[in-house]
């Protein structure tokens, strides 16, 4: 599909919106303007993330934006992200940026760029599974850490964290892990820096639900 898409009404733009994960805005008056060019630039070097651009009245009001605003709407937390575009160093770069720090997914894999986007998440709670990318096991395990998440949407983060990366090495001395031990399960809440650590033989849709609530209790 072409990118960004237009959005010429608030029922397109609402079910834009609902229809992702992560949901990219842009609201312009002049869709011709030098800051939609590079709007449209960014849409471009982001192919997984949807872009839509309007130049509604009527969307701009029901969204509550101002014109030359790009605004990022995430579903696991129902929070959304303003970026003021009259900024005139505003470019397809550092909107690039914007999107890469800010996309928080159901499942949100954790690196220096997404952390920013963590630490500032509305979500008190954040639910780590701690493992080896590389694993053959992989693909089973993120499938039932993601369905699990479907179950806390809106009440905890839920975060991949590869052991493999050299750059989390520092989130497994936190945790007191080493990776003999992994997978491994850890909960945290921010505001206290309250957290238990769980590690595990196997990841199951059951465990994870029994760690979670009775963390949450």
């Given at each position: 599909t072409e990118k960004p898409i237009l959005l010429n009404n608030i029922a397109d733009a609402e079910a834009f919106i609902n229809g992702?994960?992560?949901?990219?805005?842009?609201?312009?008056?002049?869709?011709?303007?030098?800051?939609?060019?590079?709007?449209r630039l960014a849409a471009g070097q982001t192919p997984e993330v949807?872009?839509?651009?309007?130049?509604?009245?009527?969307?701009?009001?029901?969204?509550?934006?101002?014109?030359?605003?790009?605004?990022l709407f995430r579903r696991v937390d129902s929070d959304r992200r303003d970026l003021d575009?009259?900024?005139?160093d505003v470019d397809a770069k550092k909107l690039t940026r914007f999107v890469r720090i800010n996309?928080?997914?159901l499942v949100t894999e954790y690196n220096?760029?997404?952390a920013i986007g963590v630490?500032?998440?509305s979500l008190q709670f954040n639910l780590l599974l701690i493992t080896d990318k590389m694993s053959p096991k992989h693909p089973e395990r993120m499938r039932k850490f993601r369905t699990a998440a479907e179950l806390y949407k809106g009440k905890i983060l839920f975060i991949l964290l590869d052991s493999n990366l050299k750059s989390n090495?520092?989130?497994?001395?936190?945790?007191?892990l080493k990776k003999s031990q992994l997978p491994a399960l850890a909960?945290?809440?921010t505001p206290d820096d309250e957290r238990v650590v769980l590690t595990v033989d196997e990841i199951s849709i059951e465990h994870i639900q029994d760690f979670c609530n009775h963390f949450l209790q």
């Amino acid at each position: 599909t072409e990118k960004p898409i237009l959005l010429n009404n608030i029922a397109d733009a609402e079910a834009f919106i609902n229809g992702a994960e992560v949901a990219v805005i842009g609201f312009f008056q002049d869709p011709q303007s030098p800051e939609a060019e590079q709007f449209r630039l960014a849409a471009g070097q982001t192919p997984e993330v949807p872009f839509g651009l309007s130049t509604s009245a009527a969307v701009l009001s029901h969204c509550g934006a101002s014109a030359n605003t790009v605004a990022l709407f995430r579903r696991v937390d129902s929070d959304r992200r303003d970026l003021d575009m009259n900024n005139r160093d505003v470019d397809a770069k550092k909107l690039t940026r914007f999107v890469r720090i800010n996309e928080l997914r159901l499942v949100t894999e954790y690196n220096p760029v997404t952390a920013i986007g963590v630490m500032q998440s509305s979500l008190q709670f954040n639910l780590l599974l701690i493992t080896d990318k590389m694993s053959p096991k992989h693909p089973e395990r993120m499938r039932k850490f993601r369905t699990a998440a479907e179950l806390y949407k809106g009440k905890i983060l839920f975060i991949l964290l590869d052991s493999n990366l050299k750059s989390n090495e520092r989130v497994l001395s936190y945790f007191q892990l080493k990776k003999s031990q992994l997978p491994a399960l850890a909960i945290f809440h921010t505001p206290d820096d309250e957290r238990v650590v769980l590690t595990v033989d196997e990841i199951s849709i059951e465990h994870i639900q029994d760690f979670c609530n009775h963390f949450l209790q």
